[in-house]
C-alpha cells in the first residue's frame, strides 16, 4: 500500500511543479511610457526586460487620431501635393520609418461634388500621390496600400466649401 501513496504522491508533486511552471511563464510584457518624453518615444520602457528602446505599438502611435500620422488635404479637383500636405508627408514618413513591420492604408477621399465614378478616380490618384512621395521619402512601397472612397467617407456632412475643403484629403490607416 505504502507503493501506492508514493506513486500517488509522486504524480502530486509533479502535476503541481507543472502547473507552477506554466501558471509563472506566461506573464505579459508590459511596456510604459514616460508622458515626459513626448511622441519621440525616448522614454519608453520595456518593464520585462529594462530595455528602453522596445517601443509601443504601432497602431497606438500611427493611427492615434491626435497624435499619429496627420491628413494631407487637396485643393479642388486635383491630386498635386501642397506644400502643407509635404511637410505633414515628411513628419509622417519619419513615424512610419519606426515601425517598418507595420502595413499601411492610405485612404483616398472627395467632396459630394462629381459623379461617383470620377470621385473614386480623384481618391485613388490622392492616395497614390502620398503613396509616390512616401516612397521618395524612403517608406517601402510593399508597407503601402491604396484605397479610394471617393466621396462616400465625408469627414464634415456639410454641403459648402468649408466641409468639402475637409473632404478633400487622403488618411492613414491600418492595412489588414
Known sequence: MSTKKNLS???LAMSLALV???????HKKKVQVNP???AGNKGATDTA?????ELPDAG?????KATGLKVVYFDFDSSSLRADAREALKGNADMIKKYPKTMIQIAGHCDERGTQQYNLALGERRAL??????????????????????????ADPGHGEAAWAKNRRAEFNKAM
Open 49 to 53: 526586460k529594462g530595455n528602453p528602446n
Open 9 to 11: 504522491f509522486c504524480l
Open 36 to 38: 515626459d518624453m513626448g
Open 129 to 154: 500621390a502620398v503613396r509616390d512621395y512616401l516612397i521618395q521619402l524612403g517608406i517601402p512601397g510593399a508597407q503601402l496600400a491604396t484605397i479610394s472612397y471617393g466621396k462616400e467617407q465625408p
Open 20 to 26: 507552477m511552471v506554466s501558471a509563472g511563464g506566461c
Open 60 to 64: 497606438d502611435i500611427l493611427f492615434n
